[in-house]
């Protein structure tokens, strides 16, 4: 399916070409999905997007096969089963949780927020928005910091390879009409924190991915149990250019704040573990 002659092609072209084959093969499948289902806009979008990932790991092992010879498979990207990655994940969910849960205990001492009583459900809640977490975690981390900085990082240094995923990870979160880009614009230098503690934080375990889906798991979860749970409510005592345009913490300045701190540790520890390898 694949040409080893592809791994010598500019690692753009290399991201084009594969995105290509993705989307020709998963087209025949989302187009009679959305006519037979388009009454119901959440399955359509359920199914597509588990068929796009499937069709994303099957690709992703034959092109990390075919392409650059790697014997290890998905393996060769950070997503292997160790005892390292899964203590790291377990780590990478406890900050993330914790970090969202003192972001809104600092808010609510400010004033800005309340907490409620939990409802009876808030059990099946939090499995459910751990279960979640995870997937969007796995899924986008083995996507952005596993194929594409690994591509990017065979053609240019670490540094700009590290830069160019994340502006490609917050650019593409970041896609809407540039009205919404410019009302909620604090969000796009949250989505660079991110980008970047999520590269540093693979970086400063030698290329594991463990931590990176840990971290990005844990703050989709904290702000699900929080969202879903209807946990807070907003007091409107303060401008929503702080606690987050339309109550995303992402698109506020205390949430690029608690972000930035997070997005340091990261750095430092990966600036440590470099120094002890020298």
């Known amino acids: 399916m694949f040409n080893k002659r ?29 006519f037979f289902f388009r009454s119901d806009p959440n399955l359509v979008t359920i199914l597509t997007m588990v068929i796009l990932y499937a069709e994303f790991l099957w690709l992703l092992r034959h092109w990390s096969l075919q392409v650059h010879q790697h014997p290890k498979g998905l393996t060769h990207y950070g997503t292997g089963w160790t005892y390292n990655n899964r203590v790291e994940l377990i780590n990478g969910l406890n900050i993330g949780f914790l970090l969202v849960w003192l972001l809104f205990i600092v808010e609510a001492i400010f004033g800005w927020v309340t907490f409620k009583n939990p409802t009876a459900s808030i059990g099946r809640i939090i499995l459910e928005g751990l279960l979640i977490s995870l997937g969007i975690g796995f899924a986008e981390e083995l996507f952005f910091r596993g194929w594409i900085l690994d591509e990017l990082e065979k053609d240019y240094s670490p540094t700009a390879a590290t830069w160019g995923n994340t502006i490609l990870y917050a650019s593409l979160h970041f896609l809407k009409p540039l009205t919404e880009i410019i ?27 463990g931590m990176s889906i840990g971290l990005h798991g844990g703050l989709v979860w904290g702000y699900y149990v929080i969202q879903v749970g209807q946990l807070i409510t907003y007091t409107n005592t303060i401008s929503p250019l702080i606690t987050g345009v339309d109550k995303n913490p992402l698109a506020g300045v205390m949430g690029i704040l608690f972000l930035s701190i997070l997005s340091l540790a990261t750095f430092l520890k990966m600036n440590s573990k470099n120094k002890k390898m020298i």
């Open 6 to 34: 592809f791994a010598t092609y500019p690692a753009p072209l290399r991201l084009g070409i594969f995105i290509i084959i993705l989307v020709s093969l998963w087209l025949p499948f989302a187009i009679p999905i959305y």
């Open 183 to 209: 009302r909620t614009f604090p969000q796009f230098p949250a989505l660079i924190l991110l980008g970047l503690t999520f590269s540093w934080a693979k970086q400063s375990h030698r290329g594991r991915l």
